[in-house]
């Protein structure tokens, strides 16, 4: 069973940056699709952006060029950069494995982290 760990949250300031990882061990995510989710306060959760095994992204429309995921094999970890951050993307981010190689991954087949809070001030 892959077990997903999320660090690199924070708090920041309008304009800022951020890296956030996903650390999965287990098993090898070579053969998994990833993701990241994130879910404000009072909000229903949402896609940030999914990456198949092969590498190929799919970003939801709000991240306007802003996000940018990256999956390292050789380490097994799943980072997600966030550029000109803004308090809207204030969150809880969660990283999840999907089932298979492609995306979008199964809504009820995912795995889970336990998130990462990021905050951001203007």
């Known amino acids: 069973q892959v077990q997903l760990v999320e660090s690199g949250g924070g708090s920041v300031r309008a304009g800022g940056s951020l890296r956030l990882s996903c650390t999965v061990s287990?098993?090898?995510?070579?053969?998994?699709?990833m993701a990241w989710f994130r879910q404000a306060a009072g909000k229903e959760r949402e896609e940030v952006v999914c990456?198949?095994?092969?590498?190929?992204?799919i970003y939801s429309d709000f991240t306007k060029g802003r996000f940018t995921i990256r999956r390292s094999h050789s380490e097994n970890i799943v980072y997600l950069s966030i550029d000109s951050l803004e308090p809207e993307d204030t969150a809880m981010y969660y990283c999840?494995?999907?089932?298979?190689?492609?995306?979008?991954?199964?809504?009820?087949?995912?795995?889970w982290g336990q998130g990462t809070q990021v905050t951001v001030s203007s």
């Open positions: 999840s494995a999907g089932s298979g190689r492609t995306c979008p991954t199964s809504p009820n087949q995912r795995v």
């Open positions: 287990g098993d090898s995510m070579t053969q998994y699709a």
């Open positions: 990456i198949s095994a092969g590498g190929t992204p």
